[in-house]
């Protein structure tokens, strides 16, 4: 094909071949105005990624070059819409739902070039984002201020957020339309606030070693160290969890482990059962391996 398109897959404008096209040309009842639609099935010649190019011009649609000498020109259209730069989160379903929905419309306002409608949606993120947090105050710029003196925030992601609010109040109240360069800016902002909040905690979780902080953290550390060989032996938590007892911050240990007593005595358990409780290092029987179901 004669010209490059963006390809999302690629991030970027790549060299297409054509599958399936069809030209549709028209007038109106006085020939006066004569437009034509060419509809084309494309696919990048880099990643194979399918996309729909729509490409439309009528007899109105006339600039002027340089010299002053008109000359035709064409609207080409990408479907399905597409970020021409920065990211939509791969891991919004692990956002809260009330702040997702509007994330995920505010994307799609971006992709349209609705950009008065993005500025909007992103203020409106901040709102949800305070809401979800329990942060009361009624003006923006106190909840925001709050966010970060309650420990949510850094103050210089605080900062970030009024820089947010400054571009929706400007879209929302004086109807003034952002550029495109200053939304894509503020897109990774609100990003890297979400993954920050909502995401990383949980890609991570389970993978890698992290400060375990309560009790059903504990609970799914014990279980993930549990192996094969231990079943039917009778064993202490630490020659359980072995050197990952580093992840549990000394002074909640022993309160963990006696919740750990307490539900294994209580019969909560189906792979554990108590066999030996001491003031120090009591003794479990691994009756099974067990499972490891982390639900979203």
Not at 43 to 61: A, K, R, V
Request: a neutral charge.
């Amino acid at each position: 094909m004669e010209h490059k398109y963006f390809c999302k897959e690629c991030a970027g404008e790549r060299n297409h071949k054509e599958l399936f096209s069809k030209k549709i040309n028209g007038s109106d009842d006085y020939d006066y105005l004569r437009w034509l639609n060419y509809y084309k099935v494309i696919q990048c010649l880099g990643c194979e990624n399918i996309s729909f190019l729509h490409i439309y011009g009528d007899t109105e649609m006339i600039r002027h070059d340089e010299e002053g000498a008109p000359e035709y020109y064409f609207d080409n259209n990408i479907y399905p819409p597409y970020l021409e730069k920065g990211r939509e989160l791969e891991f919004s379903f692990y956002i809260p739902l009330g702040i997702r929905e509007i994330y995920l419309e505010t994307i799609e306002a971006l992709k349209s070039q609705s950009y008065i409608l993005t500025a909007g949606g992103l203020r409106a993120i901040i709102e949800a984002l305070c809401n979800h947090l329990k942060i009361e105050k009624d003006i923006l710029s106190k909840r925001i201020d709050l966010l970060h003196k309650e420990g949510h925030l850094t103050l210089s992601e605080s900062k970030r957020l009024h820089s947010i609010r400054f571009l929706g109040n400007d879209a929302l109240h004086e109807i003034e339309k952002p550029k495109k360069v200053q939304l894509y800016l503020l897109l990774n902002i609100i990003n890297h606030l979400m993954s920050n909040l909502f995401i990383n905690d949980k890609i991570i979780k389970g993978k890698i070693e992290t400060i375990v902080s309560n009790y059903e953290e504990f609970l799914m550390l014990v279980k993930s160290k549990i192996s094969n060989d231990m079943v039917g032996k009778e064993i202490t938590i630490n020659e359980i969890i072995g050197k990952t007892r580093r992840a549990v911050p000394k002074e909640k240990f022993n309160s963990l482990e006696k919740e750990l007593i307490k539900n294994t005595k209580a019969a909560k358990y189906e792979f554990l059962e108590l066999k030996n409780e001491k003031q120090k290092d009591s003794v479990f029987k691994v009756i099974q391996k067990p499972s490891i179901i982390d639900f979203i």
